[in-house]
T-cell receptor
Framework: DQQVKQNSPSLSVQEGRISILNCDYT??????FLWYKKYPAEGPTFLIS?????DKNEDGRFTVFLNKSAKHLSLHIVPSQPGDSAVYFC?????????FGAGTRLTVKP | DTAVSQTPKYLVTQMGNDKSIKCEQN?????MYWYKQDSKKFLKIMFS???????INETVPNRFSPKSPDKAHLNLHINSLELGDSAVYFC????????????????FGPGTRLTVL
């Protein structure tokens, strides 16, 4: 069962512009949400997270927005840089259970 | 000074063999995990250990057996390998048992690509 979905397998953005990666979930019991970044041949690296009691968390160029009513999560990267090119995984957890989306490949063009 | 390491990185073996994948973390974390990345790139949790005790055991064939000799290690043993076991397996660790505040961030190893022929 795909409780966490990333419907866009890929996204291409020009350097300097905003990248918006989206994630939808079905389990309303999820209480913590995370974004991971993954380069080829490496494991996923934690990027940013948000608790279900918040609707926004910002860390430098990265901002995560949570819309609980829509069960929707998004990651904004501003400004996008070529080094941001990677696969981004959305994850959601409920206690000791964490589910991952299938990932979105972001390509930032110079 | 690798935080979470896995060995081997690549493993090619015949059907029916028994193999092990090792995982070590030097972060001082209490909790470790094994994930399987399937052909659709989904990461599915298999096992989770907290302080050497099993806390998550998803629906995984009993041919898979995790072993945690100490907090810093969580090894994955697979018996009677099958073609469907071919995948990338990721080990991860987190500071504490998930749910205890903002400590759910997991640090992942580089993955082990298992190919069963």
């Amino acid at each position: 069962d795909q409780q966490v979905k990333q419907n866009s397998p890929s996204l291409s953005v020009q350097e300097g512009r905003i990248s918006i990666l989206n994630c939808d979930y079905t389990n309303s019991m999820f209480d913590y949400f995370l974004w991971y970044k993954k380069y080829p041949a490496e494991g996923p690296t934690f990027l940013i997270s948000i608790s279900s009691i918040k609707d926004k968390n910002e860390d430098g160029r990265f901002t995560v927005f949570l819309n609980k009513s829509a069960k929707h999560l998004s990651l904004h990267i501003v400004p996008s840089q070529p080094g941001d090119s990677a696969v981004y995984f959305c994850a959601a957890s409920e206690g000791n259970d964490m589910r991952f989306g299938a990932g979105t490949r972001l390509t930032v063009k110079p | 000074d690798t935080a979470v390491s896995q060995t081997p990185k690549y493993l090619v073996t015949q059907m029916g063999n028994d193999k092990s994948i090792k995982c070590e973390q030097n972060l001082g974390h209490d909790t470790m995990y094994w994930y399987k990345q399937d052909s659709k790139k989904f990461l599915k949790i298999m096992f989770s250990y907290n302080n050497k005790e099993l806390i998550i055991n998803e629906t995984v064939p009993n041919r898979f057996s995790p072993k945690s000799p100490d907090k810093a290690h969580l090894n994955l043993h697979i018996n009677s390998l099958e073609l469907g076991d071919s995948a990338v397996y990721f080990c991860a660790s987190s500071l504490s048992f998930p749910g205890l505040g903002d400590y759910n961030e997991q640090f992942f190893g580089p993955g082990t690509r298992l190919t069963v022929l």
